[in-house]
């Protein structure tokens, strides 16, 4: 394979010291791991075969076969519409009042199709170039050119749902580019994409709904999963309106619970966003794969003080008009930023990355804003002694387009800044700061989106296998719908042609003993009667993270964090105070459940930090960086997804390494240079 | 600031609730409203008092989950979420009053929290664009002109938080029927099922138990996504010609 050239090829050391490993004291070598459903050929036709290889299931026999979808966002919400229409017998949950909630709701920016409607030379095979070289090459190739494949369909079933995408005068559809790529191929609704998207994917679910081939349990939540005799076969769910425990049985369980990144207690995630659905099924046998992969997003609201219990993101799309900078020199930073000459405004992403200026991808523009305040160079109220702060300026775009211009098109960012800060962004520049995200690390899947428990399906922000280390805007809508609309209706077929599987009875001891854990551990939290809130722990927790496994990580800083988490986990268990009762909503409760697995990923994520002894994405470690600082990928050691198997409390978790090739794209350094 | 929060406490939707008073010191004028509640909780919680129970998810203003009566105002005195309500809109020493959503088709939870499960009943009455994962023709075959388009958007933005019913004296729910049908029947998408869709989704809003709408107003005033009085026209509109159309 000619073409498959690696950057370790050009540098074959690497500049690590090749047989150390500063993380071998925490985890057990696994056997390595391969994704049996890879299809191979030419990656055009990867996805076509593997569609028509899917065995069929006839459709009087779908009414018989019953699924579990956790979650009803974008992924969920889409794959129990399309999987309820195709006939099969669907329940599906969430933890708020209404599916229409869902965290997917609050996606600003807009959505990624190659659709190619600017003729500036978009391409399947571009987006797909795109999202792997975004990725830092840390993303399966065949996942990600299948996803750059659908995307197309994607926006063809949002129309026709009604989903009012922004259009031009000529009623067609109007497109916008979004950081780290130079084609405008991103859909958008206003700043309210993620909204209009979900809304359109709830349409359908309710129409099932109404239809009867979906019942859909709002207000539950997941506690467990079930397997009996090896395969997944159902949840247990509280009802947490009543407190009630119950058994949901099923011949197939997909998860699409979101994602985990409110283990960094502040972050851009919905309040309830929480890591339990996929945490308990890892405790379960599935794997959990780049766990430390976190997006950390560059256009979020500075933090104001001890109170704020979550950040505001604000769209990327900011980027395309608004320069970024801060002063030159330290004294100009308490100054009014109106008053700053020219001259001493440093435009920092413009002057080191000329070619990609304020566009460069999340990572890169996040790390940037975070040297230029560590040098002291931060702006806005000082938070525990340091500015972090950057300016968003409009002036200039106001300058050239009009003040109405851009208040058409960023109008409700605005306000929504002025309403958080009290600040009005027309006549003084934004501040910004970087704010954690995403999470690109999940349950490791197959091709079919499979996790290696047979019959639990991984759908959406929940799996990892699309964004390698770092995910470029735009593209996790995209995923979402291209696994819920597109990819799990045809694989899960595949897997229910073995069905219907043989029935488990409430009785099965696979049941009964995830029954009994739940409500041992409910028992648990309302007995403990300690000192502390479920809350201030989550903090606490948060606290370490940020510090220790946020943007920059080293070894040293790592090994503390996983000593000072699993003090804190002994802690919690010993010294949570929860009240009330179990029979009536209980929102310390349900936090508690959430905090403790929150603290179980927290110290795997360290581990797998302490594992990847590179910088990639938004993961960058200190130890390995260029000359002039930039990350510094190796791609000899590391070219693999790190797959963690759970081997007990107190034990290290094992490590199973899936390594990454690529047969259609090469191997590079990033630069945006 | 220091605040008396008289507060709605109702330990489950059977039993008789009654008003409880609070007292919070050192609020930031930069808090949330619900930052607030978060603070004055923690509180409770180490005195040992069960915490209050209100609903938000998002805090971003977007996810419609959050929701008070704040001095008798949905939200609170500004047009907006109740998360995106500051503590900068009231003064030191000020006594504030927090209930519920209070309609007949909302019942109470718990505490501030109640069941807005009608809203998504009446979405299954018709709420959508019948069509099927897979099928969907190329996004550009059916142009839609921009000001369509554009308007379309306005009214989608509705969040579905209930402030429009628990600001009606009537307590009905014809903004939010109102902003999906415009939504709808702006679109060619939306044509084929036009005529169904409004005359189911009001037989169900009326079978939940929401009032009639007497064009008081109230609604759109309390609404954070500004949703315009005149979809609740289109609304009827649409009613007067389904039935002329022998639905
Ligand atoms: C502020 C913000 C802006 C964003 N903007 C963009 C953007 O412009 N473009 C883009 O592509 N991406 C964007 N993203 C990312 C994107 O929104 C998410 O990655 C994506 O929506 C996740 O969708 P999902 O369906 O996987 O999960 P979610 O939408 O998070 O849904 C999770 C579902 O699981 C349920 N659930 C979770 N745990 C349980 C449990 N234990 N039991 C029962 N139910 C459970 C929840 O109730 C919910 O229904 C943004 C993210 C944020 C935070
Ligand atoms: S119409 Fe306005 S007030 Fe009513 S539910 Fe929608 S957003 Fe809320
Ligand atoms: S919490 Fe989502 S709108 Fe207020």
Redesign the interface.
């Given at each position: 394979m000619p073409d498959t050239v690696t950057a370790a090829e050009a540098s074959p050391s690497g500049s690590l010291d090749g047989d150390y490993d500063d993380a071998a004291g925490y985890y057990t070598p696994g056997t390595p791991l391969v994704d049996g459903k890879a299809p191979e050929g030419p990656i055009a036709d990867r996805w076509q075969n593997r569609k028509f290889e899917a065995r069929l299931v006839n459709p009087a026999n779908r009414r018989k076969l019953s699924i579990i979808i956790v979650g009803t966002g974008l992924a969920g919400a889409s794959a129990a519409a399309t999987l309820g229409e195709a006939g099969y017998n669907v329940k599906t949950f969430c933890y708020q009042d209404s599916p229409r909630r869902a965290h997917s709701i609050a996606a600003q920016g807009g959505i990624n199709a190659a659709k190619n409607y600017k003729e500036d030379g978009d391409s399947v095979h571009r987006l797909f170039y795109d999202t792997v070289k975004g990725g830092d090459y840390r993303s399966r190739e065949s996942n990600v050119y299948r996803l750059a494949e659908v995307s197309t369909n994607i926006i063809d079933q949002c129309v026709a749902q009604g989903v009012p995408f922004a259009r031009e005068y000529g009623g067609l559809l109007d497109n916008r580019s979004f950081g780290g790529v130079q084609v405008s191929r991103t859909f958008y609704a206003r700043g309210q994409t993620g909204q209009q998207l979900l809304i359109g994917a709830y349409q359908a679910l309710e129409r099932q709904i109404a239809a009867g081939t979906v019942s859909m349990f709002t207000r539950h939540e997941m506690l467990e999963l079930i397997v009996a005799d090896g395969k997944a076969r159902g949840i247990i769910a509280r009802d947490m309106v009543t407190g009630e425990v119950q058994t949901h049985l099923a011949d197939v369980v997909v998860l699409a619970s979101g994602g985990y990144g409110n283990v960094f207690y502040l972050s851009t995630n919905a309040m309830g966003s929480n890591v339990t659905a996929a945490w308990r099924a890892h405790r379960k046998g599935a794997y959990m794969a780049n766990p430390c992969y976190t997006q950390i997003h560059p256009t979020c609201i500075p933090v104001s003080g001890s109170h704020q219990s979550k950040l505001t993101l604000m769209s990327e799309s900011l980027r395309n008009d608004g320069r970024i900078w801060v002063p030159k020199n330290q004294a100009d930073c308490d100054k009014d930023p109106r008053d700053i000459a020219e001259e001493d405004r440093d435009y920092y992403l413009e002057r080191i990355y000329p070619s990609f200026g304020n566009l460069v991808p999340r990572d890169i523009a996040s790390r940037a804003a975070k040297n230029v305040c560590d040098e002291g160079r931060g702006v806005g109220p000082e938070v525990d002694g340091v500015r972090r702060g950057v300016y968003l300026d409009f002036a200039d775009a106001i300058e050239r387009l009009g003040r109405d211009a851009v208040a058409n098109k960023y109008g409700n960012l605005f306000d929504m800044y002025a309403r958080i800060t009290g600040e009005d962004p027309y006549s003084v520049p934004m501040r910004i700061y970087p704010a954690v995200h995403y999470v690109m690390g999940g349950l490791w899947v197959d091709y079919d989106l499979q996790s290696t428990i047979p019959g639990l399906f991984v759908t959406g922000e929940a799996n990892f296998s699309d964004h390698g280390a770092n995910r470029l805007g735009a593209s996790a809508l995209m995923q979402g719908l291209a696994d819920g609309y597109f990819v799990l209706p045809h694989t899960i077929r595949d897997y229910l042609a073995d069905g219907p599987f043989e029935a488990i009875g409430e009785d099965h001891p696979a049941v009964v003993e995830a029954r009994t854990s739940v409500t041992e551990r409910i028992e648990h939290f309302l007995t403990v009667n300690g000192t502390r809130s479920v809350d201030s722990y989550h903090r606490e927790l948060g606290n370490i993270m940020w510090e220790y496994c946020g943007m920059e990580r080293t070894e040293t800083g790592l090994k503390k964090a996983i000593d000072l988490i699993r003090g804190l986990r002994d802690d919690f268990y010993r010294n949570v105070k929860v009240l009330g009762t179990n029979e009536s909503l209980n929102q310390s409760l349900e936090k508690a459940g959430r905090v403790a697995d929150f603290i179980e990923l927290g110290e795997l994520m360290c581990i797998d930090a302490l594992n990847r002894r590179e910088s990639c994405g938004g993961h960058f470690r200190g130890e390995s960086q260029t000359e002039d600082g930039e990350a510094l990928r190796h791609d000899d050691e590391f070219a693999y997804v790190s797959a963690w198997e759970w081997a007990g409390l107190d034990e290290r978790p094992v490590l199973h390494k899936e390594d990454l090739s690529y047969t259609a794209i090469e191997m590079k350094q990033r630069s945006y240079k | 600031m220091n605040l008396t929060l008289k507060i709605w406490r109702q330990?489950?939707a059977v039993s008789a609730g009654a008003m409880h008073t609070y007292q919070l010191a050192d609020v930031?004028?930069?808090?949330?409203f619900?930052?607030m509640l978060?603070?004055l909780n923690?509180q409770l919680?180490?005195q040992?008092?069960?915490?209050i129970?209100f609903?938000?998810?998002?805090?971003?203003?977007?996810?419609?989950?959050c929701g008070l009566m704040i001095n008798g105002d949905a939200h609170g005195p500004e047009v907006?979420t109740t998360c995106?309500l500051?503590m900068?809109s009231f003064t030191d020493g000020e006594t504030i009053t927090i209930e519920p959503w209070r309609s007949d088709a909302f019942p109470v939870?718990?505490d501030l929290?109640v069941?807005?499960?009608a809203?998504?009943r009446i979405?299954?009455?018709g709420?959508?664009?019948?069509?099927?994962?897979?099928s969907?023709?190329?996004?550009?075959s059916?142009?839609?002109?921009?000001d369509d388009?554009?308007r379309?958007?306005n009214v989608?933005?509705c969040?579905?938080c209930g402030a429009c019913v628990a600001a009606c004296p009537n307590g009905s729910a014809s903004l939010f029927m109102g902003a999906k049908v415009t939504?709808?029947g702006l679109?060619p998408?939306?044509q084929p099922e036009r005529d169904e869709r409004v005359v189911n989704m009001v037989a169900q809003h009326d079978h939940e138990g929401f009032g009639g709408c007497t064009n008081i107003g109230a609604c759109t005033a309390a609404c954070p996504k500004e949703i315009p009085l005149d979809v609740i026209s289109q609304l009827n509109k649409d009613l007067r010609i389904a039935i002329k159309h022998g639905h």
């Open positions: - | 330990p489950d930031s004028p930069d808090m949330s619900l930052e978060d603070v923690e919680n180490d040992g008092e069960d915490p129970a609903d938000s998810d998002c805090r971003e203003g977007i996810c419609g989950m907006t995106q500051h900068r939870i718990k929290v069941d807005r499960g809203f998504d979405i299954q009455a709420g959508y664009v019948s069509v099927n994962t897979g969907a023709p190329e996004a550009h059916v142009p839609v002109p921009k388009a554009d379309a958007f989608a933005t969040i579905g939504h709808l679109l998408q939306g």
